[in-house]
């Protein structure tokens, strides 16, 4: 309302204060992030090229299945990690007008897509090689050199994974993370080959060539089955993301620092966290002095999101509720 003299009745005519704005640097951090997420990815994925070259190479000469299984189950891995990269780069696209959340879920879908596809080819592969083991009547002669091409797999593939686990745990990557873990396993699988092979090529002094190809069928199943449970496991996983399970601890803790830092903020009430792939979006409630204006309220929430953000880059938006602070209410 205004008064005769034209000055506003009980408005306060105080300028709008400026926003707090988050540093420049966060946004080329996130960029350099994933430059360095998808160049560790990369160079494992050439790493497992080379692997299933040497292996193929392997079976042809040998024909010795768990060498094939192997080999299949790299490419399946190879597939998942370039599918990986891609979705890493997707999820790094800014909000818009109809993903008001961003993109980070390309990075759980892609991950429960493939995980799903590996369950069922390991599923095949475990059906293939129990029919095999069942009609096969014949095998290549085996060498204990056979048992070399698995063998120097898994220490590759060990390599990998402690370089790519090391890039995870320094990137706060959990994608990374995974896919390291996912490099642990297919080293265990390599050695398991391994010692399928060296165990096959003693076999025919104990019980003959037939014993030798009963050995190959089981070690091949044994791989396939890992490939099912590997499958499920991962599948599990980027389910939660896709249906907002609460993340770890650790993260709320930083939230929580990162607000009761603000000048202003006397309590944490609560907290409310999405974590998809790259990115967060947090809810949080903090209580101030009871006493505040509106004005000094709304600067406190604004300096709330900008050191959220500053603190975790991954945030890409966050949702300050003001509550007032009563020290008996606790």
């Known amino acids: ?58 079976f042809s000469y040998w024909r010795y299945a768990v060498l094939l299984v192997d080999a299949l189950a790299t490419i399946a891995d190879v597939v998942a990690s370039l599918s990986i990269v891609v ?117 025919p002094g104990f019980g003959g060539q037939g014993l030798s190809l009963l050995i190959d069928h089981l070690f091949a199943m044994l791989l396939a089955a890992m490939m099912i449970v590997l499958g499920i496991v991962a599948a599990r996983e980027n389910l939660h993301q896709l249906m907002d399970r609460i993340p770890a601890a650790k993260w709320f803790d930083l939230v929580e620092r990162a607000a009761v830092t603000v000048p202003g903020v006397l309590e944490v009430e609560k907290i409310r966290i999405q974590n998809a792939g790259p990115d967060a979006h947090v809810d949080i409630d903090v209580e101030v002095d009871p006493e505040a204006t509106v004005r000094n309220a709304h600067v406190i929430a604004q300096h709330v999101r900008a050191r959220i953000r500053t603190e975790w880059p991954a945030v890409q938006d966050v949702v300050v509720h003001i509550e007032p602070y009563y020290a008996d209410d606790h």
């Open 87 to 203: 979705a890493i780069r997707l999820a790094q696209r800014p909000p818009d007008r109809d993903h008001p959340f961003g993109h980070g879920r390309y990075e759980p879908l892609a991950g429960l897509q493939l995980a799903l596809l590996i369950s069922l080819v390991g599923c095949y592969l475990f059906g293939q090689q129990l029919f095999s083991a069942v009609v096969d009547s014949a095998v290549g002669v085996v060498t204990v050199w056979a048992c070399a091409i698995p063998g120097s797999a898994a220490l590759l593939l060990e390599v990998c994974y402690r370089w790519i686990s090391r890039t995870g745990k320094r990137e706060n990557s959990a994608a990374l993370a995974a896919e390291a873990t996912h490099y642990r396993i297919d080293a265990i699988s390599s050695l398991l080959a391994a010692v399928g092979l060296l165990i096959a090529t003693m076999a």
């Open 1 to 58: 309302m205004q008064d005769h003299d034209g000055t506003n009745d009980g408005v306060n005519t105080e300028s709008f204060p400026e926003p707090v704005r988050v540093p420049d640097d966060i946004q080329h951090e996130r960029r350099a992030r994933t430059h360095r997420l998808t160049r560790v990815a990369f160079l494992g994925v050439g790493v497992r090229l080379f692997i299933i070259v040497i292996e193929l190479a392997g």
